[in-house]
């Protein structure tokens, strides 16, 4: 695929045909997503992981849609060739089927993003096909849906005995016949992964869930070692709380000494 050209919910289900794995990080901010889609991932997730990784929150549940509109506009703005999906927050999308096409509306046109995810299994299939039909693609998302933390009773692996195994099957068969184009398998075992992914024709995109899926996602600043956050699916792909701090130290040593501004950062 030619860099220039964007991303589409076709190019990721070709992608699938083609043995090809789909990168997918979260992006939040402007210079991160447009780095992000300068390395070439496919797809940026504004997600409610913002929340967290963004705010500093314990979880996602306090995210509002006014939040994952105003980084989905910004990172949509960064991204030249990656396609840019919103996540539905918290009550966003449970409610009422008309406020979840509402919703997902705003996070299209306002937050100019090409595609929604959201979490849950067939109980949400109502929801997706009104939001299809309203011309917006929808990303399924199962397994440990972080929205449902309190209900699993913390952030714990899924699917690790049969009937829940089971569940997450025909979760994902209800996602893709409901007519999602690509489903987030989060922190579940690698053979159930594996057995999903080969059991549908849509990508998986797996976070704790093994290397056989379609795809991976990882929470950015996580990944970069920003968050000091550590799991044992997850990769430090850099230490940037490092290269961070180190950067405040000389600048505040600079600062302190009164070596910071230098004759070049002065104008005369
Ligand atoms: O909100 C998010 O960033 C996500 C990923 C962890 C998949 O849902």
Redesign the pocket.
Known sequence: MPKSQRVTVHALRSMKEAGKKIAML?AYDYYTARLLDEAGVDVL?V????GM?FAGHET?LGVRLQHIVYHAEIVSRAARRAMVVA?MPFLTYQLTIETAVENAGRLIQDGKAHAV?L?GGRAMVPVIKRILRAGIPVMG?IGLT?QAVHRFGGFRVQGKDPESAMRLKEAAKALEEAGCFAI?L?AIPRRLAAEITEQLQIPT?G?GAGPDCDGQ???TPDMLGLTGFTARYLKHYASLRDVIREAARRYVDEVKQGLFPGPEHCYE
């Open positions: 979260t997730l997600g409610d992981t913002v990784a996602t996540d995810k979490e998302h972080p987030v989060e995109i976070i996602v990882l929470v």
